[in-house]
């Protein structure tokens, strides 16, 4: 995913900057960066991987050397940024999150003009922040060229720029992600998380509305452009993405995933001695289904974070696969001939909470009941890095529905993504026995757009129904 802070400020904003994206770990797991821009000594830039060392560790003794009164920064899933451009607009430094679809079309535009060439990274990708910034100069001012550039992204994309002057701010078209405004004497700050600032002194402004921009300054906050009136903010934010204090549209994360799990609990019939959540983000999930049910909520298993806390995970699958089964340690007590219920964010491999699932059995359970707080994942999402699948047969349930293609059968995905039909219970009770589960009970996709409690028209759910 990623995620953003910046601050423009009267005084030194740097301690208020490194915590506000130190605030932003959980979003992100392989690089961080972070530009400041000084009165003094100019512009000045950092930026460092995050795989194998959380950011605060890694950016200490940046922290100790910036100075600045402005100040943007990234932690990321993907690319370095941010980057530091010159152009015809003067100096700027830009940070984006978001995700282009048609790159090869933007290059093969941009490529055919004069003077621009692109670095590629380590992998042999070209650096998106680096592509957007090349559309923003193809417009003779900054607003000019940040409308450019995300018109002509198919796909979705989030823009910060810091000038001299200050931080224009670009929500994406659609608001699939947010964007938040605190203020404190002398100061504003733009945020992804909307908790990022509150025990920094700033108190919420409000959020922008999609597609806004506006140019942030110590004493004001000026809208350029317009918010829209159509939104598709991403649903998987509140569901696992978003950290617990956060609210989206004036929405509690928490809450909803409190709800989202009694919802879960009213459909259940079953009678299990624990309800558990995985860790971190199925937790209030958990305690949802709990509250509401009356069925005990316990830790069976405790995750151990000291050195393997959420947002410091490998990018390779494998390894991932491997630190998650070694995080959680079981409580034996409170498994050994227990019939267990899980609630996880979701399911979309499989391969942890099937893990997980084998640990509980050889660790003493009699039985291990899965609810994943949101439907099956059909589609691999389109607009943000929610999963760096290279296939949607990747996801557990396409791999299912091509085992049933392969068996001569016709596969209308719309009947499986509907869980009223028999089609859907098949694909359920398939991945079920694959992964070993005593029983299986997806969300529905209706209990968890209710749950957030927003118009369903502006929340997207592709991942789930395919619908745009």
Known sequence: MGGFFGVASNEDCVFDFFCGKDSHSHLGTRRAGMAVYSQEKGFAKAIHSIENSPFRTKFDKDFGQMKGQIGIGCISDY????????????????????????????????TGKKNLQFYEM??????????????????????????YAQERIEGSMTILVMTQAGIYAARDRLGRTPVAIGKKEGAHCVSFESFAYLNLGYQEVRQLGPGEIVVVTPEAVHTMVQPGSDMK??????????????????????????????MLAERDDVKPDIVAGVPDSGIAHAIGYANHSGIPYGRPFIKYTPTWPRSFMPT???????????KLIPVHDLIQDKSLLLIDDSIVRGTQLGETTEFLYQSGAKEVHIRPACPPIMFSCKYLNFSRSTSEMDLIARRVLKEIEDEGKTVNLMDYVDPDTPEYAEMVERIRQKLNFTTLKFQRLDDMVKSVGIDRCKLCTYCWDGKE
């Open 316 to 326: 390779i699958q494998t390894q991932r696969n491997l630190i998650a089964k070694m």
């Open 122 to 147: 380590s992998n042999g990708d070209i650096n998106p922040t680096e592509l957007v910034a090349a559309l923003v100069n193809q417009k003779d001012n900054l607003i000019e060229g940040i409308r």
């Open 233 to 262: 903010i991403c649903t998987f934010l509140w569901v696992y993405y978003g950290y617990p204090t956060s609210s989206y549209e004036g929405v509690s994360v928490e809450k909803m995933r409190c709800d989202c799990g009694a």
């Open 79 to 110: 690319e370095p940024q941010p980057i530091v451009v010159r152009s015809h607009h003067g100096t700027f430094a830009i940070t984006t999150v978001g995700k282009i679809n048609n790159i090869e079309d933007i290059l093969k535009e941009l």
